[in-house]
T-cell receptor, first 113, second 112 residues
Framework: AAGVIQSPRHLIKEKRETATLKCYPIPRHDTVYWYQQGPGQDPQFLISFYEKMQSDKGSIPDRFSAQQFSDYHSELNMSSLELGDSALYFC????????????FGPGTRLTVT | QKEVEQNSGPLSVPEGAIASLNCTYSDRGSQSFFWYRQYSGKSPELIMSIYSNGDKEDGRFTAQLNKASQYVSLLIRDSQPSDSATYLCAVLRGSTLGRLYFGRGTQLTVWP
């Protein structure tokens, strides 16, 4: 079965640079979630989109923005990168909001030097 | 206090034994409960979901939910070395639109 696709898988950036992470949900899934997982930490919710509209917002820095496009893929844009932004960034998708199960992509490992 | 608490690990069991993982949550209005397995450096993999009080079985896995006690557990029967991973309990609160709250995870090691 098709899974969530994320690109790139690895990204190395310098401080104050920008980064764009992409997420392609499972076909026919209309809801996308972004999570950040630091070393030894549990995943922390950043933001979610349902039918191309922002549906919920968590602890996402103002330096970050995201959107969902007409084909349901989503992009997380990160500017003025800081060392503390180094983490695994996961995208998950589900069919609708609410009780629906979320399936995670392989993640993007971002390293800020 | 964290929204979701898991029993502190690490947990070590011999091959063939039953591994028991526990989780409590703070929001009484929580509706949906999930167990994810995460290998080091990999993404969380959904292994069980449970929405109603009682037990739910899927192969070697059994999830148990007690909403009155705000308690969720995962039993792994006939544990295998390949089950060695971190198990994350995740909760969907009633007041949110799909945001999952995770516990810190319990690291399980199954030794041959």
């Amino acid at each position: 079965a098709a899974g969530v696709i994320q690109s790139p898988r690895h990204l190395i950036k310098e401080k104050r640079e920008t980064a764009t992470l992409k997420c392609y949900p499972i076909p026919r899934h209309d809801t996308v979630y972004w999570y950040q997982q630091g070393p030894g930490q549990d995943p922390q919710f950043l933001i979610s989109f349902y039918e191309k509209m922002q549906s919920d917002k968590g602890s996402i820095p103002d330096r970050f923005s995201a959107q969902q496009f007409s084909d349901y893929h989503s992009e997380l844009n990160m500017s003025s990168l800081e060392l503390g932004d180094s983490a695994l960034y996961f995208c998950a998708s589900s069919s609708g909001t609410g009780q629906h199960e979320q399936y995670f992509g392989p993640g993007t490992r971002l390293t800020v030097t | 206090q964290k929204e979701v608490e898991q029993n502190s690990g690490p947990l070590s069991v011999p091959e063939g034994a039953i591994a028991s993982l526990n989780c409590t949550y703070s929001d009484r209005g929580s509706q949906s409960f999930f167990w994810y397995r995460q290998y080091s450096g990999k993404s969380p993999e959904l292994i069980m979901s449970i929405y109603s009080n009682g037990d739910k079985e899927d192969g070697r896995f059994t999830a148990q939910l007690n909403k009155a006690s705000q308690y969720v557990s995962l039993l792994i029967r006939d544990s295998q070395p390949s089950d060695s991973a971190t198990y994350l309990c995740a909760v969907l609160r009633g007041s949110t639109l799909g945001r999952l709250y995770f516990g810190r995870g319990t690291q399980l090691t199954v030794w041959p």
